[in-house]
């Protein structure tokens, strides 16, 4: 009989360790811990993630630069970018003569960034900090985006504000929402797409379009309203 709890005890105990280190990321554990966790798979990361750069250039790329068609030189704000994956993939386009930031707060993840972006070092920086309070005026840029990262945010809602003051009116966020039923288990942060948009209203933003892209995740694209 012992054994047979002791069996269920290993059970349990190895699904916490799974919600909590590899579902969660760490988020329950705190930012140190969830930092800690990026610092530590830094350079095996884009390996785990293996972008597709088709898949990129079509669902990412492609309808965020649409947004930002009429601005020359638009400045751009990836928030929680790790290793410079929007940065990079922005950056590849012929078309685009802007500026990107990428912001994170792990340190490796950015000098992962850093050696990926090294060719484009007068468009691009690098900021370590995090997401609240982001370290730039109100309206600062054209887009701000933060992919597959809220949800280990220590709070989504905050971080939200923080996007939606420093971004232009006129501008656009793209941001990403959890689905699935992993997502039901980040419990008291979990939204479904009305209570996402629901929220993006209420800090202002208009013109709000959630869209299916992964098996994990929506993506939400938002506007500023310009000045009346």
Same mark, same amino acid.
């Given at each position: +009989?012992?054994?047979?709890?002791?069996?269920?005890?290993?059970?349990?105990?190895?699904?916490?360790?799974?919600?909590?280190?590899?579902?969660?990321?760490?988020?329950?554990?705190?930012?140190?811990?969830?930092?800690? +966790?990026?610092?530590?798979?830094?350079?095996?990361?884009?390996?785990?993630?293996?972008?597709?750069?088709?898949?990129?250039?079509?669902?990412?790329?492609?309808?965020?630069?649409?947004?930002?068609?009429?601005?020359?030189?638009?400045?751009?704000?990836?928030?929680?970018?790790?290793?410079?994956?929007?940065?990079?993939?922005?950056?590849?386009?012929?078309?685009?003569?802007?500026?990107?930031?990428?912001?994170?707060?792990?340190?490796?993840?950015?000098?992962?960034?850093?050696?990926?972006?090294?060719?484009?070092?007068?468009?691009?920086?690098?900021?370590?900090?995090?997401?609240?309070?982001?370290?730039?005026?109100?309206?600062?840029?054209?887009?701000?985006?933060?992919?597959?990262?809220?949800?280990?945010?220590?709070?989504?809602?905050?971080?939200?504000?923080? +996007?939606?003051?420093?971004?232009?009116?006129?501008?656009?966020?793209?941001?990403?929402?959890?689905?699935?039923?992993?997502?039901?288990?980040?419990?008291?942060?979990?939204?479904?797409?009305?209570?996402?948009?629901?929220?993006?209203?209420?800090?202002?933003?208009?013109?709000?379009?959630?869209?299916?892209?992964?098996?994990?995740?929506?993506?939400?694209?938002? +506007?500023?309203?310009?000045?009346?």
């Amino acid at each position: +009989m012992w054994i047979f709890a002791l069996l269920l005890g290993l059970l349990f105990l190895g699904a916490l360790l799974y919600w909590l280190l590899i579902i969660t990321e760490g988020v329950y554990l705190g930012r140190r811990a969830v930092v800690w +966790m990026y610092d530590l798979t830094a350079r095996q990361y884009d390996g785990i993630k293996q972008y597709d750069v088709y898949a990129e250039e079509l669902f990412v790329v492609r309808p965020l630069l649409h947004h930002l068609r009429a601005i020359p030189a638009p400045r751009i704000l990836d928030v929680a970018t790790g290793t410079g994956r929007l940065p990079w993939f922005v950056l590849q386009q012929p078309t685009f003569q802007g500026r990107v930031t990428g912001l994170d707060a792990s340190a490796n993840m950015l000098a992962r960034a850093a050696e990926k972006l090294a060719g484009f070092t007068y468009r691009a920086n690098l900021v370590q900090t995090t997401a609240v309070p982001l370290p730039f005026p109100d309206n600062s840029f054209d887009a701000i985006t933060c992919l597959e990262s809220l949800e280990f945010f220590p709070s989504d809602t905050a971080a939200l504000r923080e +996007m939606a003051r420093v971004l232009r009116p006129g501008g656009v966020l793209l941001v990403t929402r959890r689905r699935g039923w992993e997502a039901k288990t980040f419990f008291g942060r979990y939204r479904d797409v009305d209570q996402f948009e629901q929220l993006l209203r209420g800090m202002g933003l208009e013109d709000i379009e959630t869209k299916a892209w992964q098996v994990d995740y929506d993506q939400v694209f938002a +506007m500023k309203p310009r000045n009346p």
